[in-house]
């Protein structure tokens, strides 16, 4: 059975200088978090020359291929025809990253499928997570 879903895009990151490039991106869903998409860059592609990986709501990308949705450390939002806007804010600065909404939309159709949207409460495992939490704790 799947549990985890992953797939490669291309993703336009929009620097200030008129050079737009273009980089391999990650998107990851894992059914035992199922509320979390995982969005990974290469290591080319950061200012620590390492792949780092943001984690955020599931339901956020679903609201943000439709419309402005976010108010944190990530926003996203349709940008004309065809393409979504998705902005990463760190202390270090703002990463605007430009994706075809038609690859995000398969991939949010992937995660409907392995869990559907409004049932991701059946997918956690509390007690692991508590475990882990009262683990961490002491």
């Not at 270090?92 to 392995?114: K, N, P, S």
């Amino acid at each position: 059975m799947i549990t985890v879903i992953e797939q490669a895009v291309q993703a336009r990151l929009v620097a200030t200088a008129p050079k737009v490039e273009t980089v391999p991106v990650t998107l990851r869903y894992v059914r035992s978090d199922p509320f979390a998409v995982c969005m990974a860059f290469p290591a080319p592609a950061t200012l620590e020359g390492i792949e780092i990986s943001w984690t955020f709501a599931r339901e956020l990308l679903e609201t943000g291929v439709e419309r402005s949705a976010g108010l944190g450390d990530v926003r996203i939002r349709p940008y004309g025809p065809g393409r979504t806007v998705i902005e990463f804010h760190a202390p270090e600065g703002i990463a605007i990253v430009l994706m075809e909404t038609a690859e995000l939309r398969d991939f949010l159709a992937r995660a409907a499928d392995l869990v559907p949207a409004g049932t991701e409460h059946l997918y956690l495992d509390v007690d692991r997570s508590l475990t882990a939490l009262m683990r961490d704790a002491s």
